[in-house]
């Protein structure tokens, strides 16, 4: 208990200290360069608003990116759940073992999503290669 006080007093000490020392003009500055990014970009895509139909590639590749986000926050809790009860079990067995058990389950579920999307990218870049012809201009 005495360790979990000590903790949270150096993060409140070092989320107060790194606020005070912002500087905040470059933080607005910062802010500023963001929105107009965002607004440069919004105006040179049409900002999805656009009267040509969406390129399905384009739709397939955001899915596979919120999946792979998704399957990233899945395993980091399993894995927080997983060490908090590995930590919380007080010297018992079936607790410990069940919590190595949601680890390593963890681990290879990741394993296994990555070795599939690896496999996946590189089927479709060697079936983009072969269908795709490209004319080489030579001078």
């Known amino acids: 208990m005495k360790f979990l006080k000590i903790f949270l007093i150096v993060v409140v000490l070092l989320v107060v200290s790194v606020t005070v020392l912002v500087d905040e003009s470059v933080a607005e500055e910062t802010m500023a360069n963001t929105i107009k990014s ?3 970009a919004g105006a040179e895509y049409g900002a999805g608003y656009s009267e040509d139909p969406p390129d399905p590639r384009r739709i397939i590749e955001n899915v596979i990116r919120v999946a792979l986000a998704m399957v990233g926050t899945i395993f980091l809790i399993y ?7 590995y930590l919380t079990a007080q010297g018992e067995e079936e607790k410990q073992t069940r919590a190595i058990k949601t680890i390593t389950a963890a681990v290879i579920g990741l394993i296994v999503v990555l070795t599939a999307y690896s496999i996946t990218l590189f089927v479709g870049t060697k079936v983009r290669q072969v269908t795709t012809y490209e004319v080489g201009i030579t001078k």
Not at 79 to 85: D, L, R, S, W
């Open 38 to 40: 965002n607004i440069a």
């Open 79 to 85: 894995v927080v759940i997983g060490g908090y009860t």
